[in-house]
């Protein structure tokens, strides 16, 4: 049997097993969650072959690429992983499908940002993948961040701008994508500067209190499990070379 696990903390929240089972059916497969931030723990698993791959969460997204022998041009390009494979020849492979997930919703929803001001807020892993999504599709990006380094190391690799997190409500009355990749809890701008041509995408699926302030204020909101399962797509086909069954996916994540 062929194992698979979600690695991070807090994660006992997480869907993912739930949604890799729907993946998966009655496939010899196995998915568990294991809620660390021990990333040496994690190499050893998976070079025992303990583990055959892992996803990975916060706060290991970028941490995840100092023990990989491999990477794809995702993880390459955003400078984080959030699949990690061990590979035939005993090495490490990382892969990034938060960039992928982000790409394929924003083009299933019909978002046209080519050349639109787009704001992402938050620097981390999933906000990198965010980042290298938008500029795939031609956006005008301002990343936001508390920690300016974070969001000046991908501007290094991307032309945006960076501002700080606590400059951004006067920073978005004209951003026509608001992305919110900071974990559900945290919201970081006043109902006040929202307004009713701006469309609202959060990483949570949870639905975080953000998503909730952007319905209210009658926003398009894209809620994050469109995200989790276009990432969980690609993912999955990565962990085991086969197609998920996605309307089983859908139906776990009531889609």
């Known amino acids: 049997m062929k194992k698979f696990a979600l690695v991070g903390k807090p994660i006992s929240h997480s869907k993912s097993p739930s949604l890799f089972k729907a993946a998966y059916g009655d496939c010899d497969f196995e998915y568990s969650l294991i809620e660390t931030t021990d990333i040496k723990y994690v190499e050893n698993l998976l070079r025992s072959k303990t583990l055959c791959g892992v996803?990975?969460?916060?706060?290991?997204?970028?941490?995840?690429?100092?023990?990989v022998d491999e990477t794809d041009e995702t993880a390459e390009m955003t400078g984080a992983t959030n699949v990690i494979i061990s590979t035939g020849s005993n090495k490490l492979k990382a892969y990034n499908t938060d960039y992928l997930g982000v790409l394929q919703t924003l083009i299933d929803f019909n978002i046209d940002i080519d050349g639109k001001?787009?704001?992402?807020?938050?620097?981390?892993?999933?906000?990198?993948?965010?980042?290298?999504?938008?500029?795939?599709?031609?956006?005008?990006?301002?990343v936001a961040n508390r920690t300016p380094d974070k969001a000046n190391s991908i501007?290094?690799?991307?032309?945006?701008?960076?501002?700080?997190?606590?400059?951004?409500?006067?920073?978005?009355?004209?951003?026509k994508l608001i992305v919110n990749a900071l974990p559900a809890g945290i919201c970081v701008i006043d109902e006040q500067y929202l307004n009713l041509n701006q469309i609202i995408f959060d990483a949570s699926p949870q639905q975080s209190a953000f998503f909730k302030m952007a319905q209210s204020k009658g926003c398009r909101c894209i809620d994050g499990r469109f995200w989790l399962l276009n990432q969980?797509?690609?993912?999955?086909?990565?962990?085991?070379q086969q197609?998920?069954?996605?309307?089983?996916?859908?139906?776990?994540?009531?889609?």
């Open 243 to 255: 197609q998920p069954d996605i309307g089983s996916m859908r139906k776990i994540l009531n889609i």
């Open 155 to 175: 501007a290094e690799k991307i032309k945006c701008n960076v501002i700080n997190i606590n400059e951004i409500n006067r920073n978005i009355l004209n951003k």
């Open 232 to 240: 969980g797509i690609a993912a999955y086909k990565i962990f085991t």
């Open 117 to 142: 001001e787009c704001l992402i807020i938050g620097a981390g892993g999933a906000g990198r993948a965010v980042a290298f999504a938008l500029h795939k599709l031609g956006a005008n990006i301002t």
């Open 55 to 67: 996803n990975v969460t916060i706060p290991l997204k970028v941490e995840a690429m100092a023990i």
